[in-house]
């Protein structure tokens, strides 16, 4: 198992699947990221991970700082963070437009939290597994002007589709979603009129007799 993938900014791979079938080259900035490619459950389809965490700071840094720049533009007062891969990302994109603080939202409840500033939560990666997504009421003061979302990657759509219900519950409608990766197209399904950005996307992969294909 490769363990050089997200680590660094290649210049001198091809886009798409490589020989080894294990990984996938995306385009991003002047190069490319090398990302593992995980079949999903249905055997059939698979998908190029990203994993924040597992990142290299160089990487992150990066990521942050081209998310950073499309969100320039839509100048959000708030910065709401989805767990639990999208926090360290939205720390530093929320660093680098200057902002002091932000809103992130959690898959833990704390003893103070209200069940009802809480959804139900799943994703592409980590489906049917019962998680529900909290606003900590204190942080609901927060939830005002224009108010961007951050996570790691949109993909199915499901979880930030719980976030927009969540967000709802209080009224609140983000002006701007950003993501490190948008994965596919599904997602679009469940973000409406709010704009999207994000610092590279992915195909969704098919498996075929001669390996991983992009369609």
């Known amino acids: 198992m490769r363990t050089d993938v997200w680590q660094s900014v290649h210049t001198n791979l091809n886009a798409g699947v490589q020989g080894d079938q294990e990984t996938y080259a995306v385009p991003f900035g002047a190069g490319t990221l090398l990302l593992p490619i995980r079949q999903l459950s249905d055997g059939v389809r698979g998908v190029a991970s990203l994993i924040l965490n597992q990142a290299s700071f160089a990487v ?30 939205a720390e530093a994109v929320a660093r680098r437009l200057g902002h002091a603080r932000l809103v992130p939202l ?30 900590d009421p204190r942080m609901v003061p927060l939830l005002s002007g224009r108010v961007a979302v951050i996570d790691d990657v949109l993909s199915s759509g499901s979880s930030i589709a719980s976030v927009l219900r969540l967000l709802c519950q209080q009224q609140i409608a983000p002006t701007v979603i950003g993501a490190a990766m948008l994965q596919g197209d599904a997602w679009t399904n469940h973000v409406g009129d709010v704009s999207v950005v994000g610092a590279f996307g992915t195909p969704i992969l098919k498996k075929t007799d001669a390996g991983w294909a992009a369609p």
């Open 106 to 135: 959690s898959n833990s409840r704390k003893f103070w939290y209200d069940d009802a500033l809480s959804v139900d939560m799943s994703s592409i990666t980590s489906p049917g597994q019962g998680k529900r997504l909290y606003l």
């Open 60 to 89: 992150l840094d990066a990521l942050a700082d081209e998310l950073a720049e499309q969100l320039k533009p839509h100048a959000p007062d708030v910065i709401v963070a989805v767990p639990t891969l999208g926090l360290p990302l």
